[in-house]
């Protein structure tokens, strides 16, 4: 597609329950983002692909968040045991280029995640 | 560790007014700044970046920034704003080999 595209675009979970967010990057980026953005806040760091390698995930607020993306293509980041203070807007974002090289990146329209 | 900060949370201006919005920043060594724009219910665009050269940058729909090293700075302007760019703003650093590092955001809104 001519963009990122995420699923779904919301998403309400019972606390406790998991959830899987689900990222297509734009066809042969390299690098692949997943971003935090709450509520009147501008969006933070999780985690970092490029290709199918995980190269960063310093930002994963704790164990019950896992990222994966296995050919280098679709990526899912999964939450276990979901809690309130998980509910943000999850932010995919890829680029055709590795991070170290500087340039803006494409960003997805995000999933909203609302955790009751 | 980087951080940034935008002046103001939220702005309110008719159309035609001009707009400065701030942006400060904080990292030790070279990094490059970029402005996003978010329209209500739209994903991230980016408005505009600076790498290098020229500090003064031009981007999309007249907007313009204007990189300032010696304060730590890149405020985004616009000499007079359209009730279409009623938007959240956020500006963004990105060292080298470093994730980017946004700003809180602020939101503007234009009165038609």
């Known amino acids: 597609g001519a963009g990122v595209s995420q699923s779904p675009r919301y998403k309400v979970a019972k606390r406790g329950q998991d959830v899987a967010l689900r990222c297509d990057p734009i066809s042969g980026h390299v690098s692949l983002f997943w971003y935090q953005q709450a509520l009147g806040q501008g969006p933070e760091f999780l985690t970092y692909f490029q290709n199918e390698a995980q190269l960063d995930k310093s930002g994963l607020p704790s164990d019950r968040f896992f990222a994966e993306r296995p050919e280098g293509s679709v990526s899912t980041l999964k939450i276990q045991r979901t809690q309130q203070e998980d509910s943000a807007v999850y932010l995919c974002a890829s680029s055709p280029r590795t991070w170290d090289r500087d340039d803006g990146y494409t960003f997805g329209s995000g999933t909203r995640l609302t955790v009751v | 560790a980087q951080s940034v900060s935008q002046h103001n949370h939220h702005v309110i201006l008719s159309e035609a007014a001009s707009l400065e919005l701030g942006c400060n920043y904080s990292y030790g060594g070279t990094v490059n700044l970029f402005w996003y724009v978010q329209y209500p219910g739209q994903h991230l665009q980016l408005l505009l970046k600076y790498f290098s050269g020229d500090p003064l940058v031009k981007g999309i729909k007249g907007f313009e920034a204007e990189f300032i090293k010696s304060k730590f700075s890149f405020n985004l302007r616009k000499p007079s704003v359209q009730w279409s760019d009623t938007a959240e703003y956020f500006c963004?650093?990105?060292?080298?080999?470093?994730?980017?590092?946004f700003g809180p955001g602020t939101r503007l809104s234009v009165l038609p």
């Open positions: 963004a650093v990105k060292g080298y080999g470093q994730n980017f590092v």
